[in-house]
């Protein structure tokens, strides 16, 4: 080999070799970085103006608060749009987020966003509204159970007989689906008891109210108002009032919210029972957390227990 081509060597392995001592240093330093780096949580949220779920992202801030060390998450909301919802969990998977929790608009957005998800390879939490078919982590309440207790509290009150209007939240909504379902199941339990009314408000407590104002003009006679969830039984209970017919029938709700809990301190909403808002947000989030983790969750129901709320007992949920 001539003197020309030993030096040519010499001098593309010393390049080599600094260069590969240069790429070692480059892994080294974005392990360094990336190790140093929050896991992000995107939070896609329904509906801001939506009071009980407020109160579930509440406890999603405080878990986010309390491992602020480890996490950061990043909030948007849909605006009760599913097709909004949809773009914006679509921004959170381009992103390449650690984890999504999601609380659905809807069926269909649960399921395209889940969907787009899995082919991300993004693990997602579903909160407070489940899937229609896709298997998924899911933290809420067994919503039969609700409907079957509140349900079973208006029969007592009743002695088992009377007239019952039902207030829906959005129709097909499982929550929706599920609390009626339960309802229903106690009433045909009982001969004297019936549905004379049935509709929709939507969750919402001017909706019910408006909705109440219609069932009253129609003469119909009310013994309870069995509501979806508390907002709507307040909408109800307020336009009663306005008739100066709110003596004469029973109210109940759901979720156990703050306002709720002072209408039935005040005698003026007879049941409500508590979905755990707090609890349901933090546990929500410590899964996405776990997932986020690398960590494998089966893919089921994590339910949070029902807690019937009367008067006798309201002070402990103040």
């Known amino acids: 080999m001539g003197w020309k081509k030993v030096i040519f060597s010499i001098i593309l392995l010393l390049t080599v070799l600094i260069s590969g001592c240069s790429s070692a240093e480059d892994v080294s330093t974005t392990r360094v970085e990336n190790q140093n780096d929050k896991l992000v949580i995107g939070v896609a949220h329904a509906n801001y103006e939506d009071t009980f779920l407020n109160l579930l992202l509440d406890g999603v801030k405080e878990f986010v608060d309390e491992h602020s060390n480890e996490m950061k998450a990043e909030y948007i909301d849909a605006g009760n749009d599913s097709n909004k919802q949809i773009e914006q969990a679509e921004q959170f998977i381009e992103q390449g987020v650690d984890a999504i929790m999601l609380i659905p608009v809807d069926v269909i957005a649960a399921e395209l966003i889940l969907e787009k998800a899995e082919r991300a390879e993004i693990p997602i939490v579903l909160m407070n509204r489940s899937s229609l078919e896709t298997e998924s982590v899911f933290v809420g309440s067994d919503d039969v159970s609700f409907g079957v207790m509140q349900m079973e509290r208006i029969a007592q009150m009743l002695k088992g007989k009377g007239n019952i209007a039902i207030m829906n939240g959005p129709m097909g909504q499982e929550s929706q689906v599920n609390r009626t379902k339960g309802n229903k199941q106690v009433i045909e339990e009982h001969k004297g008891m019936k549905v004379v009314l049935e509709g929709t408000a939507n969750w919402n407590r001017d909706e019910a109210k408006s909705l109440m104002n219609t069932w009253i003009e129609s ?63 933090q546990t929500g989030m410590n899964a996405a957390l776990r997932m986020a983790k690398g960590e494998t969750l089966v893919k089921e129901p994590i339910y949070i227990p029902a807690e019937l709320i009367v008067k006798d007992n309201v002070d402990k949920y103040k």
């Not at 008739?243 to 005040?266: C, H, K, M, N, W």
């Open 219 to 281: 003469g119909i006679k009310i013994d309870a108002i069995v509501a979806n969830n508390d907002e709507m039984a307040i909408g109800a209970i307020e336009a009663a009032e306005e008739a100066g017919v709110r003596d004469e029938i029973i109210f109940a709700g759901i979720d156990g919210t703050p306002d709720s809990l002072q209408y039935i301190e005040s005698k003026r909403l007879a049941v409500s029972v508590l979905q755990d808002a707090k609890e349901q947000g």
